[in-house]
């Protein structure tokens, strides 16, 4: 609709995943270098926790594309009680044939294969993905099933991928020895302003993008109303474009308010929800500090005086991330 109008190739912030899109900010290099180091060593268990739309199952991906063929990879995304037992799920993740009739049976099949994978110098790696909604009884089954690598070898390895709830089910006391034998963890963390902006330079970048089409004063806008969640920054940008499209203008400050406006759902941070905290976190070493007050008692359609924002020392900084954009 408005790839055309600001000379982009392909819509640059679907919320379809896209591995051409793939942005890797300081802390996705950190955590998808943990991940590879999990399989190269190999560890045991792997954990990477963050919140919703943080990017995790994108990192999963890359992951998988580049494991190399010593590995066989299984991999599970519905976790829900509701959707069978587990290790149904683990054969047939696995590709294995599944004609046992009852647990004991299913469990020797997966043995067996194990076995076959130990003899071939392989490895199976298990991935789960979703894994805060797996039960307690359901992680100790895959702490069992760990058991099937003896004290020299490590032949299966299990990457759970899930939201910060995963991190409160296993530190559950009935979870002790499946805590200690979790030898690779990361948690990824939303984006911060200038992260964000690089992220959506990059995504313009990618989609063809020859000039700045954001203003600073947008991108710091949208950083406030997505707290740097990478879906959450996606869909506001998108529309934003469209919105700018109707406008026929670039994406300013009062392009990304009239959005948020119109949104009522999708997690978007309203005046209100903006604490403290948040703004202190992106005022940090980045000039005169804008106080709450200053952030939250404005009309609903002003977050912040242009005058305020244009003089925030952040804007500056991704003032220039924008204006690299041109080059």
Not at 14 to 25: I, K, N, V
Request: aromatic residues 8%.
């Amino acid at each position: 609709m408005y790839t055309q109008f600001f000379g982009l190739t392909k819509a640059p912030f679907s919320l379809t995943p896209d591995q051409d899109f793939l942005y890797l900010s300081e802390q996705h290099k950190a955590a998808l270098s943990s991940l590879k180091y999990g399989i190269l060593q190999p560890s045991g268990f792997t954990v990477l926790t963050g919140e919703i739309g943080c990017g995790k199952s994108t990192l999963l991906r890359n992951l998988i594309n580049d494991i190399d063929s010593t590995c066989e990879v299984g991999v599970i995304t519905n976790t829900h009680a509701s959707f069978g037992n587990l290790l149904e799920w683990v054969l047939s993740a696995f590709n294995l044939k599944n004609e046992a009739g009852n647990e004991a049976e299913r469990y020797q099949l997966f043995c067996g294969f194990i076995a076959k994978q130990k003899l071939k110098k392989r490895r199976a790696v298990l991935v789960i993905d979703e894994a805060q909604n797996m039960v307690i009884s359901s992680l100790e089954e895959l702490r069992l099933l760990s058991n099937l690598n003896d004290g020299q070898d490590t032949t299966l390895q299990i990457i759970l991928c899930g939201q910060a709830e995963l991190l409160e089910k296993l530190n559950d006391p009935g979870l002790t020895q499946f805590a200690q034998r979790i030898a690779i963890e990361y948690h990824l963390k939303p984006l911060n302003h200038e992260e964000t902006a690089h992220y959506i330079a990059h995504r313009l970048k990618v989609a063809g993008a020859q000039s700045a089409i954001f203003s600073p004063q947008a991108l710091l806008a949208i950083f406030q109303h997505s707290g740097g969640i990478p879906r959450i920054i996606n869909n506001i940008a998108d529309m934003a474009l469209v919105f700018a499209f109707a406008n026929n203008s670039k994406v300013e400050y009062e392009t990304v308010i009239e959005v948020i406006n119109q949104r009522k759902t999708g997690g978007i941070k309203r005046p209100s929800s903006l604490s403290e905290s948040n703004v202190e976190s992106i005022s940090k070493n980045q000039g005169p500090l804008l106080t709450s007050q200053a952030l939250v008692k404005r009309p609903k359609t002003e977050l912040v005086s242009l005058s305020l924002i244009t003089s925030y020392a952040g804007v500056q900084s991704i003032s220039r991330i924008a204006a690299n954009a041109d080059s």
